[in-house]
């Protein structure tokens, strides 16, 4: 049950309209998310804002949706997991990368380092070691793109927490949960 009811996408004015119509142009919709964090504009441009830093950053599409993907796992946010599963799809990922990711690898070791440390930056709140930023290091990883690790890790948590308390409706295809052994 929604908890933050979303902004009226089609009644919408003012700066929720202005950002509807920005999200709505690059992305063809409004997802809820969106239109739940719209109820504060100031909260949605955060989030747009950071994001949009971070897809010209230095890290790629698929990685950062690997960082999204094993961060909403983490996380237990359906939400984001359903939205990434699609949009890690749309960056090139394959069912099986999509499925590594939420559990805490990828086939190339470069991608695995970074989604293992994204994991481990969930995990233990950000306390990792001089071992785990070195094993980043020798997998090819410059300081500029270590910062931009732990920047898609602190965006998706944000997206995770709000998801969590605001409960928006899920406007993706939903995402199956992992299997348990």
Known sequence: MTRIAPVDVKNANGPAAEIFQGVKKKMGMVPNI??????????????????????????PAPVRERIALVTGQ???CGYCLSAHTLLGKGAGLSDEEVLRARQGTASEPKEAAA???????VEQRGNVSDEDVQTLR????????????VANV?????????????DPEIDFPVA???ATA
């Open 34 to 59: 969106i239109a739940t964090m719209a109820q504060s504009p100031a909260v949605a441009n955060a989030y747009l804002s950071f994001s949009g830093a971070l897809a010209g950053g230095a890290l």
């Open 74 to 76: 983490a996380n237990e």
């Open 115 to 121: 989604v293992q440390f994204a994991q481990k930056l």
């Open 138 to 149: 020798d997998a090819g990883y410059d300081d500029g793109q270590i910062g931009e690790i």
């Open 154 to 166: 602190a965006l998706n948590i944000f997206t995770n927490y709000f998801n969590h308390v605001a």
């Open 176 to 178: 199956p949960a992992l």
